[in-house]
């Protein structure tokens, strides 16, 4: 390979490399999928609740908000409380949805942000070009403590101990008592280092610049 083509190599490779890094900051859409055998949860054994109309058994550092559960309220628009990252029991997870609603005809889950400090990073929803939400209701064992939707994946892995976190979930037309939202661990992906990256343009960048100062003396 001539300096020339080299150099030309380096820059093609720098710029997909700047392009990659540049994709870590992207809002990650999360993906809705139904449950249907009982494999999340229970809530009990998946600790920790973020949101909920009933009584949860999180850990004692670790709260949640607990809304109004009485009567057919038409919208729901909740946050959880701001949590560190150092409160976690784990890093990577989905994010499980045990629906009350047994009739199909209308419970519709709006969205759902993951807020890490300050600034929306996984979203389901508004953020995902689905502002109509959609259909959650008609679930046969409503209420027993499993997810029947989960939300992800989320993985915390990487952000430092103090980076705050918090969930917000809008749902509409539930009909029958109060939804729950609880954390459900998963195994911990690898995580892109966007710095790994610029490392390896800069030390393209200067073999590249050291070869066509080379060429120049010669």
């Given at each position: 390979m001539s300096i020339k083509e080299f150099g030309k190599l380096s820059a093609?490779?720098?710029?997909?490399?700047?392009?990659?890094?540049?994709?870590?900051?992207?809002?990650?859409?999360?993906?809705?999928?139904?449950?249907?055998?009982h494999s999340v949860g229970p809530q009990s054994e998946s600790a920790p609740c973020i949101i909920a109309g009933t009584t949860c058994q999180n850990p004692a550092t670790f709260a949640y908000t607990n809304f109004t559960s009485t009567g057919a309220i038409p919208?729901?628009?909740?946050?959880?409380?701001?949590?560190?990252?150092?409160?976690?029991?784990?890093?990577?997870?989905?994010?499980?949805?045990?629906?009350?609603?047994t009739s199909a005809a209308g419970?519709?889950?709006?969205?759902f942000d993951v807020v890490i400090n300050g600034v929306i990073q996984y979203s389901f929803g508004s953020l995902a070009n689905n502002t109509s939400g959609?259909?959650?209701?008609?679930?046969?064992?409503?209420?027993?403590?499993?997810?029947?939707?989960?939300?992800?994946?989320?993985?915390?892995?990487?952000?430092?101990?103090?980076?705050?976190?918090?969930?917000?979930?809008?749902?509409?037309?539930?009909?029958?008592?109060?939804?729950s939202f609880f954390l459900f661990s998963t195994p911990t992906p690898?995580?892109?280092?966007?710095?790994?990256?610029?490392?390896?343009?800069?030390?393209?960048?200067v073999i590249g610049f050291m070869a066509r100062r080379r060429k120049q003396q010669a």
């Open positions: 093609v490779a720098g710029a997909v490399l700047l392009a990659f890094a540049g994709q870590a900051s992207a809002v990650t859409v999360l993906t809705l999928t139904s449950v249907t055998d919208d729901y628009d909740e946050f959880s409380p701001t949590y560190t990252v150092s409160q976690f029991p784990f890093l990577s997870f989905v994010v499980a949805m045990d629906v009350n609603t419970e519709y889950l709006s969205y959609a259909l959650v209701g008609g679930i046969a064992n409503n209420g027993n403590g499993y997810g029947d939707w989960t939300l992800g994946n989320i993985n915390l892995t990487g952000l430092a101990p103090t980076d705050t976190v918090q969930f917000h979930a809008k749902w509409q037309n539930a009909t029958d008592g109060a939804e690898p995580v892109p280092e966007p710095e790994t990256y610029a490392l390896m343009l800069a030390g393209l960048g």
